[in-house]
């Protein structure tokens, strides 16, 4: 379109480079701006109508696509590790790295990525605080098991973290000396208060009436539970835009990479390109998953007579996954098909 005009932005904490051109390539404008929404909004007035933008996925790109996208055209965010152009470039600084983004975005030929909507950015980052305080509350109760072991002092390794047996052994062992009980006790009270707060995100979230529908259609599936369906729901936001099974497994990061040349295909290990977030939680439940599910343990018996029990629970992730995808995508409850037929592996 010839008269519309490109901005690729380079995004920073502080500033924000920005390069505009016309449709046959020529600058308009470029300068650099602060990042603040005041400076953004006397940018916007000063330039020419109509206008698309793009801008490298990064810390600081969610506000500023929410704030850029009621007036432009179009906003597009591409996928940092797609740009490799800029990345490897010998001269590198952000004057260039905004003008290659603006030619990538007016010649068609930027990686653009997935924006989930801001709802679901929102309840996201809820989502993604309570893995954080679930990690912390890990940490301290190794902790608590680190102290006892600096002092000598012996413990059952699987009542420890109970209220009773807790209380219990500050009050009669004789080897917790008296500055080590202050520590003992806060480390227990932040757990607690850590465990209470994760539980408090936990049913906001379930509650919540963006979510609860899809929520409950998603743990009619064998070993989902509400932290599977919510992290599912929030880090994949719309399930159409996976056109196959194979692309969620991917997104997921439950395959490897490959690298082929003539010929000869090389599959690694796991790939490194995935949302953790997700992988984290699949493989989790892939493990307690033949608990619940006669079909997935069939599976996960079978998988492992081939290799290992890795393997076994890779697979069993993957068939979560495909559940998930087509749960979703009907948007109907789960629903065990028998089969007469069937033999056990």
């Avoid at 007035?45 to 850029?68: N, R, S």
């Avoid at 047996?165 to 062992?173: D, P, V």
């Avoid at 998953?289 to 599976?299: E, F, G, K, T, W």
Wanted: hydrophobic share 40%; charged share 25%; proline share 3%.
């Amino acid at each position: 379109m010839e008269n519309m005009y490109y901005i690729g932005l380079d995004v920073h904490k502080k500033t924000i480079s920005y390069c505009v051109k016309d449709g046959s390539g020529r600058i308009y404008a470029e300068a650099e701006i602060p990042a603040t929404r005041l400076d953004l909004d006397m940018w916007m007035k000063t330039l020419p109508q109509p206008w698309t933008a793009a801008m490298e996925a990064t810390i600081f790109t969610a506000w500023i696509y929410d704030h850029l996208k009621p007036h432009a055209a179009a906003v597009k965010v591409a996928h940092p590790l797609m740009l490799r152009a800029i990345a490897t470039a010998k001269k590198k600084n952000d004057r260039i790295d905004a003008h290659k983004i603006a030619d990538c975005l007016r010649c068609d030929f930027l990686p653009e990525c997935y924006m989930a909507s801001t709802e679901i950015r929102e309840r996201r980052r809820t989502l993604r605080y309570r893995n954080l305080l679930v990690r912390q509350a890990v940490q301290m109760k190794n902790k608590i098991a680190v102290l006892l072991m600096e002092a000598g002092v012996s413990y059952n390794k699987q009542k420890l973290h109970k209220v009773g047996y807790f209380r219990e052994l500050l009050a009669t062992n004789q080897d917790i000396d008296a500055g080590l009980k202050p520590l003992l006790r806060l480390c227990r009270e932040t757990v607690v208060r850590l465990g209470k707060t994760e539980s408090a995100l936990v049913r906001s979230l379930q509650r919540d009436s963006l979510l609860m529908e899809r929520v409950e259609r998603l743990m009619t599936i064998p070993a989902v539970g509400p932290i599977t369906a919510l992290t599912w729901a929030l880090e994949v936001g719309d399930v159409q835009r996976f056109s196959s099974i194979k692309k969620a497994i991917s997104y997921c990061g439950l395959c490897g990479a490959e690298n082929s040349s003539a010929n000869i295909i090389k599959r690694t290990p796991l790939s490194k390109q995935r949302n953790k977030h997700l992988q984290t939680i699949l493989i989790e439940a892939a493990k307690m998953a033949p608990r619940n599910s006669p079909d997935l343990a069939m599976l996960y018996d079978r998988e492992k007579q081939k290799g290992n029990a890795n393997r076994a629970t890779l697979a069993v992730a993957r068939k979560l996954v495909a559940y998930l995808v087509a749960v979703d995508r009907r948007q109907k409850d789960f629903l065990v098909v028998e089969n007469e037929n069937r033999t056990a592996a």
